[in-house]
């Protein structure tokens, strides 16, 4: 369950930095996570020292420092340091960095204080930085995506007629709902509206919004299902044989991995992954807790922290299937006739 109040927030947040020094080599992904869970709860100040903290770490131990800066000043901004947060925009729009998700965080910064104009050149920099020329839909990287969207939303706010990335925001959109609807400023009017077909349509366009907004905030805590390499399942029921019961057969694990994230996508559940277990990994983890590893309540909680150390990838995968088999994932476990 992701936490809803602020006390809940700051627990979530306390138990990351816990697990961050149990974990090292995770500490800025983890420590990242921490800062967001201290920002909703309203915690800004205890934000703004781990922000500080990663960035004083070693040039060559801080792989995200462009998006430190811009998740920093956009805390600092929000409560009340509004000159600090405007030099540290100034200077990462200098930098010009080639990541998208930094751009994306100090434009969307400017819109939420009414700076259109200026949100709008930011907007547009990193589209023209990272997009050299409007590509077509199937070859613009999924990443590129919320820059595309955040431009075409205040452009339209300003009014701006629309332009080729416009266009190509229109086309890649997925919800049902066009851009030009979730975009249009007069929709907060129709709210008071006792039209019911007018309250439908806009009930059906914040839907639509819910759901993007959902998918990004999921993204951070991956729905993870535990995979065993097949010397990694050997060694641990070698060493803890009453866990036979969870995994009968190297091949029935495999199956039962495949078919439960099937069955979670089947149920809408977004952002799903696969992490992948490794016995001292999991040893490790089962003294931190003060736990056997023989308990099997312990792996779905394993599961879930190798995934909020940023350690799942993506399923259904592009590439190999999942499994290690080195075979593509359409010739793999992705075939239908393997369930």
């Known amino acids: ?199 439908r349509a806009e009930i059906a366009r914040l839907r639509a919004e819910l759901g993007t907004y959902r998918e990004a905030l999921s993204r951070p805590f991956p729905v993870a299902v535990l995979h065993w390499p097949s010397t990694e399942l050997t060694e641990l029921l070698t060493a803890y044989p009453t866990l036979a019961t969870e995994y009968p057969s190297h091949a029935e694990h495999l199956a039962t991995i495949e078919a439960s994230l099937r069955e979670l996508a089947a149920s809408g559940t977004p952002n799903l992954g696969v992490v992948t277990a490794t016995v001292p990994s999991y040893e490790a983890f089962a003294a931190s807790e003060s736990t056997s590893p023989a308990d099997p309540d312990l792996l779905p909680q394993y599961a879930t922290t190798l995934a909020a150390r940023g350690r799942a990838t993506p399923w259904p995968p592009e590439g190999n299937c999942w499994c290690g088999s080195a075979q593509p994932y359409a010739e793999c476990h992705g075939r239908p006739e393997t369930l």
């Open 1 to 199: 369950m992701r936490p809803d109040t602020p006390a809940d927030h700051t627990a979530e947040a306390e138990r990351l930095l816990r697990t961050a020094a149990q974990y090292p080599e995770d500490v800025e992904h983890l420590l990242l996570q921490a800062a967001a869970h201290f920002e909703l709860a309203g915690e800004r100040e205890r934000a703004t020292t781990l922000y500080d903290d990663l960035l004083a770490r070693p040039a060559d131990a801080t792989r995200e420092a462009s998006l430190i800066r811009a998740l920093k000043a956009a805390n600092l901004w929000e409560y009340g340091h509004e000159a600090e947060a405007r030099a540290i925009i100034d200077g990462l729009r200098a930098t010009a960095p080639r990541s998208p998700a930094p751009w994306v965080i100090i434009a969307e910064s400017l819109e939420s204080h009414d700076e259109l104009q200026s949100a709008h050149e930011v907007f547009t920099e990193a589209t023209t930085l990272l997009l050299t020329t409007p590509p077509t839909a199937d070859r613009t990287p999924k990443e590129t995506h919320p820059l595309l969207y955040g431009r075409h939303r205040v452009r339209r706010l300003l009014g701006l007629d629309h332009d080729a990335w416009d266009a190509l925001a229109d086309e890649i959109h997925p919800s049902p709902i066009p851009l030009d609807e979730l975009h249009d400023p007069k929709r907060l009017w129709s709210l008071g509206s006792e039209n019911p077909v007018e309250l």
